[in-house]
Every structure is written in C-alpha cells, then in structure tokens.
C-alpha cells in the first residue's frame, strides 16, 4: 500500500526534513555577469641581457648614449659586478655633447715622403722624413733655385759627423770637399755659381746632421725670393725662401740622420754671417778664419 503524504500523520521529530525542503526548493541566486575580458596588448618584449655592443669601425662613430628603454613592467637589469674597461676609440658611457674619438691631443708626426714623391715644406708642415731607400741610396743635392743675390751668392754647410767632427764647407774657398781630409768625401761643392751641394747618401751614417746657409760674398742683406730644391733618386722636396726676412746669411734648411733615415726641417733663420748662423744651430766646435770662411 502506498501511504498518501496528504492523510498521513504530522512528524514532528522530522522538522529539519521540511526546511531542507524549503532551501531546496527555493532556486539559487543567478550568478553575477563575468566582467569583459580585456584585449590582450603586445607588451614590450623584456630586456634579458644587455645589448651587445658593435663591433664595426664605423660604429664607432655613432652616439652611444641613446641605449634603449627597458619597459615600465620590466625588472631592471641587474648591474654589472664593475665599471666596463675602457675600449680604445669609443666614448666612455655618460659622455654627453660632441663624440671625439680621441680626447687627447694627436701626437706630433713627421710627414713620411715615400720613393718618387715630391712635397713642398711649408710654416704650417716645415718636416719630413725621406724613405730608408731615399736616405741611402745615390746622392742628395741640394740647389739654390734664387732670384735674389745674383752673382753674390753662395750656398754653404755647416755639418758634424758621427765621429764628433764638425766644420763649415764653404764653396767660395779652395776646399770643395769635406771632410777635407777624406779619401771620400761626404759633401761635395759643385754647379754654377758655386750653388749646388751633394751628400754621398752611401755614407749616410756618418753624417750626424748638417744645415744649410745661404749668404751674400759682400755681407749684404739680401731679400730672398727663390726656394731650395732637394732631391734624392726617390724624392723631391721645395723649400721656398720668400718668408724669411732680409739678411746677409739664411740658415735655411737642417738635416738630421736618424738610424739611417734622413729627417729635413725648413728653417729659415736670418742671420748676420755665416758663423752666426752656424753659431745658433749649435756648430760652436768650428775654428773660424773670419766670419765666412774655416782655418782647414
């Protein structure tokens, strides 16, 4: 027989049954609309490691202060243990302003005058240094290619050699060689008007250093105009005389031989005689005869 719920008798002891019934039957709250989902964005990408450097010459030259951002999100990259070393030719970091790639002043350097070239020695470059093959090998002559003077003058050399011997050769006297007593000689006078000099370049270490002079026979000062011609079998160098002031002597161009290399130097360097002139580039070692000519 199946009990009908509606004749049945009331339980009291099973109260908790009727308000189970009454939560179950009463329809849960209906949840909440999930917020929208916002559209993801492409973030920045995260900086792992540090941007390498460029290793090209012409980076170098770029402005390396400009480094990328990190991104806001991003942790900061962790700093390095100690400050980067130095690379040659690049701005250290934190400089700001003009790149230079050098801070230093640039090192003095001679002007190298390579086999078959031609230079003009000026105020502005007055030095050169000729090639090994230049400096050994034939001769070196020297030539006064001058307007001024005429017939009055000369060209001489004071010299010293690695020996310690020093004079002063002096075409317009008897000795045309030097040294004198030379079966050899080192310098030798010869040309026109007692205006061209010549070193025997196979004897280029024994000479130290010499300078060449111009000066009047009369000891009149002279307004000089021309230039110096220099050649080698390898090389050609000008020197002009037109911005020395006038005077009876001119030490106008010194000589200097360096472990076989010659170094030449436009001077310049107006004087009363040619024993002052000699005087002032330090050839205090010459018996003198008079103030242009040596005892031999």
Not at 180 to 208: H, K, M, N, W, Y
Not at 256 to 274: T, W
Request: charged share 15%; hydrophobic share 40%.
């Amino acid at each position: 027989m199946t009990p009908d719920p509606t004749t049945a008798r009331p339980r009291t002891d099973l109260a908790f049954l009727s308000v189970r019934s009454a939560r179950a039957l009463t329809p849960p709250p209906a949840p909440a609309p999930a917020p929208p989902t916002p559209t993801p964005t492409a973030a920045a990408p995260a900086v792992t490691e540090p941007v390498p450097r460029a290793t090209s010459a012409s980076s170098a030259l770029l402005d390396l202060d400009d480094a990328p951002t990190a991104a806001p999100h991003t942790a900061a990259p962790t700093p390095a243990a100690g400050p980067a070393p130095a690379t040659p030719g690049v701005p250290a970091s934190g400089a700001t302003g003009a790149r230079r790639l050098d801070p230093s002043p640039p090192p003095l350097r001679l002007a190298s005058l390579p086999t078959g070239g031609r230079l003009m020695l000026t105020p502005a470059a007055p030095v050169v240094a000729l090639s090994r093959l230049a400096s050994g090998v034939g001769t070196l002559n020297v030539e006064a290619a001058v307007t001024s003077g005429g017939d009055d003058l000369v060209l001489s050399c004071a010299y010293a050699l690695a020996s310690g011997q020093s004079s002063f050769l002096n075409p317009d006297s008897s000795q045309r060689t030097a040294p004198p007593d030379a079966r050899l000689p080192v310098l030798t006078a010869s040309g026109e008007r007692s205006r061209r000099l010549s070193i025997d370049l196979r004897q280029v270490r024994t000479l130290s250093r010499a300078v060449f002079v111009l000066h009047s026979r009369s000891g009149t000062p002279v307004t000089w105009s021309g230039a110096l011609l220099i050649s080698t079998i390898g090389a050609r160098i000008d020197v002009p005389l037109e911005p020395a002031p006038a005077s009876a002597a001119l030490a106008a161009v010194s000589l200097y031989q360096v472990d076989g290399r010659l170094v030449l130097r436009s001077e310049r360097d107006p004087a009363g005689s040619p024993r002052e002139a000699c005087a002032s580039f330090g050839y205090d070692a010459i018996a003198w005869l008079d103030d242009a000519h040596v005892i031999a």
